[in-house]
């Protein structure tokens, strides 16, 4: 039940944001995946280190999988 509130929070942060839609694709990836890598880790109980370490590991494959998606269009 935690992690469904947690991601339903996070999609309703980065879907209900207006600068979301002047963003590159790779900045949009980087969001989301640091969202998602923080909540990964928030759910999965890590210490505080560990849940800023899958954050920012989220936002960097993320960063880099928009980036390639939006060479792609």
């Known amino acids: 039940m935690r992690s469904?509130?947690?991601l339903?929070?996070?999609a309703g942060m980065t879907g209900g944001c207006d600068q979301f839609e002047s963003m590159s694709p790779g900045q949009k990836g980087a969001v989301t995946g640091a969202a998602l890598g923080t909540g990964i880790g928030m759910v999965?109980?890590?210490s505080f280190g560990q849940?800023?370490?899958a954050g920012l590991i989220g936002g960097a494959a993320?960063?880099?999988g928009g980036t390639v998606?939006?060479?792609k269009n």
Do not use: D, E, F, P
């Open 4 to 6: 469904i509130v947690l």
């Open 8 to 10: 339903m929070a996070v």
């Open 44 to 46: 999965s109980g890590g």
């Open 51 to 53: 849940v800023v370490g």
């Open 62 to 64: 993320g960063y880099i």
């Open 69 to 71: 998606i939006g060479n």
